[in-house]
Antibody, heavy 124, light 107 residues
């Protein structure tokens, strides 16, 4: 059974960089054809896809966040990471990591396993 | 850009009711649509993928239908455990997009 677990600071100051890690257990992050993704959800609001990294290391990002996002893969530790720079209060949200399964015509994917989520608050 | 619109935003229903939630895409997404259930404080859970395929372990009272631009999620007989928020997600393109959610609450 695949499990994902987010970790990282719960409080980040404005204009600093948010850094989170998602540790995957129950399977190798480098095997199979999966899209390891980050998704966030502000309190009381809907889900927003942030970006993903494929097992090959290729990445894609939400255009609205692309200039501030980095996602990387560490196969030796079986985890992947998110960095979001120059954060503001609008970046306060629960951040989820998830595993994406390819299914769409143009490289789209849906999410079969999710982490429990971690709340990140941006405040001084 | 594709837009996803769910209706209604909130739905009040009783245990045993048949419940239908609609998701509309602004352009055709073929059958590349998934449905998730989210309970307060929990991660979303995959229910349906490819518009009508039931994820393993999901009760058969959940079903999905549709293609192109209009999709539905149906719960045939609402159970106490089903009171939650439901999201659709298109994956026709490499940029996943979720609907705004439908909250199913107790009537």
């Amino acid at each position: 059974q695949v499990q994902l677990q987010e970790s990282g600071p719960g409080l980040v100051k404005p204009l600093q960089t948010l850094s989170l890690t998602c540790t995957v257990s129950g399977g190798s992050i480098s095997s199979g054809s999966y899209y390891w993704s980050w998704i966030r959800q502000p309190a009381g609001k809907g889900l927003e896809w942030i970006g993903r990294i494929y097992t090959s290391g290729s990445t894609n990002f939400n255009p609205s966040l692309k200039s501030r996002v980095t996602i990387s893969l560490d196969t030796s530790k079986n985890h992947f990471s998110l960095k979001l720079s120059s954060v503001t209060a609008a970046d306060t949200a629960v951040y989820y990591c998830a595993r994406g399964l390819l299914g769409g015509s143009w490289g789209g994917y849906y999410f079969d396993y999710w982490g429990q989520g971690t709340l990140v608050t941006v405040s001084s | 850009d594709i837009q996803m619109t769910q209706s209604p935003s909130t739905l009040s229903a009783s245990v045993g009711d048949r419940v239908t939630i609609t998701c509309r895409a602004s352009q055709s997404i073929s059958s590349w649509l998934a449905w998730y259930q989210q309970k307060p404080g929990k991660a979303p859970k995959l229910l349906i993928y490819k518009a009508s395929s039931l994820e393993s372990g999901v009760p058969s009272r959940f079903s999905g239908s549709g293609s192109g631009t209009e999709f539905t999620l149906t719960i045939s007989s609402l159970q106490p455990d089903d009171f939650a928020t439901y999201y659709c997600q298109q994956y026709n393109t490499y940029s996943p997009l979720f609907g705004q959610g439908t909250k199913v609450e107790i009537k």
